[in-house]
């Protein structure tokens, strides 16, 4: 479990200020010994900012896969008509092997087409009728004290 700077600063902090041992305090806490160490690392290092979590730097980022490929996946999965998952991840294993690169997992491939933007594929597979239908913006008002939403065209009372 996460726990912010300010938590686990008053874990160590009997240590840091009153040099109770680490071992009773991992033994009190539950945390084990190894993760107060380098919390207190942190803090004489760093203050109070070192025992903030970290986000990763490669976030959101596909390590072991090339650019060329990953374009090629995003490309299938938005090809029309819509081309299956199965079909994606043969050809993307064929062109793994001519490129002399890794196969890539199913899973991995299913992650990347999970995350391209609904609107990008309803675009590219439905059409821009159906995308303006589904994502079309919303304007939203106050008219006689209720809420109004409007579209292009339409008009919805809410509340």
Same mark, same amino acid.
């Given at each position: 479990?996460?726990q912010d700077?300010?938590t686990?600063y +008053?874990?160590i902090q009997?240590?840091?200020?009153?040099?109770?041992s680490?071992?009773?305090?991992?033994?009190a806490?539950s945390?084990?010994?190894?993760?107060l160490q380098r919390w207190?690392?942190?803090y004489k290092?760093q203050?109070l900012?070192?025992?903030?979590h970290?986000?990763?730097?490669?976030?959101g980022?596909?390590?072991?896969?090339?650019?060329q490929?990953?374009?090629?996946i995003?490309?299938?999965a938005? +090809?029309k008509p819509?081309?299956?998952?199965?079909?994606?991840?043969h +050809?993307t294993?064929?062109?793994a092997? =001519?490129?002399?690169?890794?196969?890539?997992?199913y899973?991995? =491939?299913?992650k990347?087409?999970n995350?391209?933007?609904k609107g990008m594929?309803?675009l590219?597979?439905?059409?821009?009728? =159906?995308?303006?239908e589904?994502?079309?913006l919303l304007?939203m008002?106050?008219?006689?004290?209720?809420?109004?939403?409007?579209?292009?065209?339409?008009?919805?009372?809410?509340?």
């Open positions: 479990m996460k700077s300010y686990k +008053k874990i009997p240590c840091i200020e009153d040099k109770v680490l071992s009773g305090i991992a033994i806490s945390i084990p010994l190894r993760t207190c690392k942190l290092d203050g900012s070192g025992l903030t970290k986000t990763r730097s490669d976030r980022k596909y390590r072991n896969i090339s650019m490929l990953l374009h090629f995003e490309g299938l938005l +090809k819509k081309v299956s998952m199965a079909a994606i991840c +050809k294993s064929e062109l092997k =001519i490129l002399n690169e890794p196969t890539i997992s899973n991995t =491939i299913f990347i087409i995350n391209l933007p594929v309803v590219a597979q439905e059409g821009d009728k =159906i995308y303006e589904t994502f079309d304007y008002g106050v008219f006689a004290g209720r809420y109004e939403i409007s579209r292009k065209r339409s008009l919805a009372l809410c509340l």
